[in-house]
């Protein structure tokens, strides 16, 4: 073979690799969800619809403050920092009840599992051409 189909062959593979590693590979980004709850990230300059984009199931609970779920107890047991709850109101919340009936408590969902809002930043991993939200992201500050 001479040498310039030898150079063409190279340049060649070496594109066809390139293409196969864009179209692989897993990337990070940053994004906002924004008003109409599109995705708007970092590196895609375009907002993509609500209905063009995914998010992992823990984002998806609800809203603050609706039910979770509902947990049954039977028998003497403890609680710790739950504040006003079945008649014991004030210091950290934390009583026993005496009686050894079954009993429940409703579960509500915490703002930090809250669904996405608008203006919620987050973070998408794109997986090949899908993009999917992973978390909300905050800054380190709301820690500790």
Same mark, same amino acid.
């Given at each position: 073979?001479? &040498? !310039? ?12 690799? $390139?293409?196969? &590693? +864009?179209?692989?590979?897993?990337? /990070?980004?940053? !994004? &906002?969800?924004?008003?109409? @709850? ?5 590196? @895609? ?7 063009? @984009?995914?998010? /992992? &199931?823990?984002?998806?609970? *609800? ?11 039977? $028998?003497?047991?403890?609680? *710790? ?5 079945? *008649?014991?109101?004030? $210091? ?20 930090? /599992? ?16 899908? +993009? ?13």
């Amino acid at each position: 073979m001479d &040498e !310039g189909m030898n150079k063409l062959a190279r340049v060649l593979h070496g594109r066809i690799q $390139g293409e196969r &590693e +864009a179209h692989s590979s897993l990337v /990070l980004d940053f !994004g &906002e969800i924004q008003k109409d @709850y599109s995705l708007l990230t970092n590196t @895609y300059p375009i907002p993509i619809p609500k209905a063009d @984009y995914l998010v /992992l &199931e823990d984002l998806t609970l *609800g809203e603050t403050g609706t039910k979770l779920t509902t947990t049954t107890q039977n $028998g003497a047991h403890t609680h *710790g920092n739950n504040g006003s709850h079945g *008649g014991h109101v004030g $210091g950290d919340g934390s009583h026993e009840h005496e009686s050894s009936g079954t009993h429940s408590h409703t579960v509500l969902i915490p703002e930090k /599992l809250r669904w996405l809002k608008p203006g919620d930043r987050v973070l998408v991993a794109w997986v090949q051409h899908d +993009a999917i939200v992973v978390g909300r992201v905050r800054p380190a500050t709301d820690i500790g």
